[in-house]
């Protein structure tokens, strides 16, 4: 059981360049996150989905954009990317909306734009 | 203020107890968690109390709950350096997601 999987690990971007961080689940998991990791910040929500075809903003959703096609995936796309978004990005997905059980995070992506 | 908040750093030598504190403002929350960030990893979920609980114990971990003050805290008991990590107090926003503190880096010393 892999959990949630989170693609590329590391990845280093110029400004004004575009990238899609992956996420898929198999835990069959309606519930979807993204959150940003800043030094001394915790983590910050910036979009999140309630199951296929539905997302909605989180805390932080400016320069970020999400689609939910299946239950699996819930890619986050940087269109243009700027130093304000280096950053870790989580992915976490969870079975239930009140979160009774807690998230499931994949491992990261350590995102630098320089 | 900051929807959930903790001190960022706690240092304690090995064999003795760690506490942890969070403050927090929204009382609606049914469950409130507690998770640890190993370095260079994601978050594991370490424990959870329901918010109809006072206490919660398992092995070396107590999670104390007071509604009243709106205070939770983690208590690791005969804390190793394998507990070195940051850790996180977090509860369910209505009508979104988990909120987070910024996290308590515990550091122990032997």
């Known amino acids: 059981n892999a959990g949630v999987t989170q693609t590329p690990k590391f990845r280093i971007l110029k400004i004004g360049q575009s990238m899609t961080l992956q996420c898929t689940q198999d835990m069959n998991h309606n519930y979807m996150y993204w959150y940003r990791q800043d030094p001394g910040m915790g983590l910050k929500l910036i979009y999140y989905s309630v199951g296929a075809g539905i997302t909605d903003k989180g805390e932080v959703p400016n320069g970020y954009n999400v689609s939910r096609s299946t239950t699996e995936d819930f890619p986050l796309r940087l269109e243009l990317a700027a130093p304000s978004q280096t950053s870790v990005y989580f992915c976490?997905?969870?079975?239930?909306?009140?979160?009774?059980?807690?998230?499931?995070f994949g491992s990261g992506t350590r995102l630098t734009v320089v | 203020g900051e929807d959930v908040e903790q001190s960022l750093f706690l240092s304690v030598r090995e064999g003795d107890s760690s506490v942890i504190n969070c403050t927090y403002t929204d009382s609606s929350s049914t469950y409130l968690y507690w998770y640890k960030q190993e370095p260079g990893a994601g978050l594991q979920l370490l424990t959870y109390i329901f918010s109809n609980m006072d206490m919660k114990q398992d092995q070396r971990l107590t999670v104390l709950l007071n509604k009243k003050d709106k205070h939770l805290s983690l208590r690791i008991a005969d804390t190793q350096t394998g507990d070195s990590a940051i850790y996180f107090c977090a509860l369910p926003k209505a009508g979104t997601a988990l909120i987070f503190g910024k996290g308590t880096t515990l550091s122990v010393s032997s």
């Open positions: 976490a997905s969870s079975s239930t909306a009140g979160a009774n059980y807690g998230y499931t």
